[in-house]
């Protein structure tokens, strides 16, 4: 009888063993985290919303965790002290670094967006503006040194303004407060990003009155990059990140504002579905989003002839020194099958 009772315990030990090692080969292996940082919360990156919203990250087996860090230079240093490991800023960061001299530079593997993301808003509807009105104004400008500042002192030099001798210009006021200083009177003019040109427009603070994307023509604005060792030890998981951003400027390229705007909203759950219909519309219509992750020349050149033009290169870097299209291009070729 106990012999019998053993052999019943032993089964059932051997069946629970056996259901337990089917389970386990049942789950899906583990997602590899990616830790992305973005330099801001704006519709502007809305195809890399539509890439969480959507499941595109999650469908290579990603699990992206994404915190907006307000600012090129924090975000930078996030990046570089390893508290994240992608960032989502603008590609003159990465010549910054670059220019320093670092045995481990920041490589650009998959631009999002291809114009300047900033307008020109005024506190007044303008129909007939000219950038000639400009002249004895104050302007309330970006973070020196940044993009959205070099983007709009070239612009300003392309119209004809001396932006040091033509009007005044304010650019000592941190990324985060420069909307509330506009919105508390400081300032003629001011440099906003979308959303929020859209919602001074809707709360009657003034209009768009110019695009600063338009005028300053295409570069790699905005792109994701890490630095050259986590992508070395990291291809298979910078190859999947690539080809879900590939996907989802896709996505974005093919369905309207109104559809773009509903796969963001969790991102934006405090701000009017209107507003950022509207915000997504302007950046559509002027082509911000980029079809594709890949860099190519002539955006780089700009970009580096719209330093130049600041002050902020030292020397031309060519893009084989800090840009990777390897990932780009293999999510067009495996996307597009």
Request: proline fraction near 3%; hydrophobic fraction near 40%.
């Amino acid at each position: 009888m106990r012999k019998t009772k053993d052999k019943a315990v032993a089964l059932m030990l051997v069946v629970l063993m056996l259901a337990g090692l089917a389970a386990g080969c049942g789950k899906k292996s583990a997602d590899v985290k990616i830790r992305v940082g973005e330099v801001t919360r704006s519709v502007f990156y809305a195809p890399e919303y539509v890439a969480l919203s959507q499941g595109f990250f999650a469908d290579e087996g990603l699990d992206v965790e994404l915190q907006t860090i307000p600012g090129g230079d924090k975000t930078m240093t996030a990046l570089l002290s390893g508290a994240i490991d992608v960032a989502l800023v603008g590609a003159e960061t990465s010549i910054y670094v670059y220019q320093q001299g670092t045995k481990d530079p920041v490589i650009n593997f998959a631009q999002l967006t291809q114009r300047d993301g900033t307008f020109l808003f005024a506190r007044k509807p303008d129909p007939d503006f000219s950038w000639e009105k400009l002249k004895g104004s104050t302007f309330l400008g970006q973070r020196q040194g940044g993009m959205p500042q070099m983007a709009g002192a070239y612009t300003l030099h392309a119209k004809g303004i001396d932006a040091k001798k033509d009007l005044t210009l304010i650019q000592n006021i941190d990324f985060a407060n420069i909307a509330g200083a506009f919105a508390s009177g400081t300032g003629d003019y001011v440099q906003l990003f979308e959303p929020q040109a859209s919602i001074f427009e809707k709360e009657g603070r003034g209009a768009v009155v110019a695009s600063f994307g338009v005028e300053s023509g295409y570069l790699p604005y905005t792109v994701f990059m890490a630095k050259s060792s986590y992508i070395k030890k990291n291809q298979e998981a910078a190859g999947k990140f690539t080809k879900a951003i590939e996907r989802a400027q896709r996505w974005v390229k093919s369905h309207d504002a109104g559809q773009i705007a509903d796969a963001v909203m969790p991102y934006f759950d405090k701000t009017d579905r209107s507003i950022v219909v509207s915000a997504i519309t302007r950046y559509k219509e002027q082509d911000t989003y980029a079809e594709d992750p890949v860099i190519d020349d002539k955006e780089w050149n700009n970009l580096l002839d719209v330093m130049s033009f600041s002050g902020e290169l030292k020397k031309r870097v060519p893009a084989s020194a800090i840009v990777d299209n390897s990932f780009a291009r293999q999510a067009v070729r495996d996307n597009g099958e």
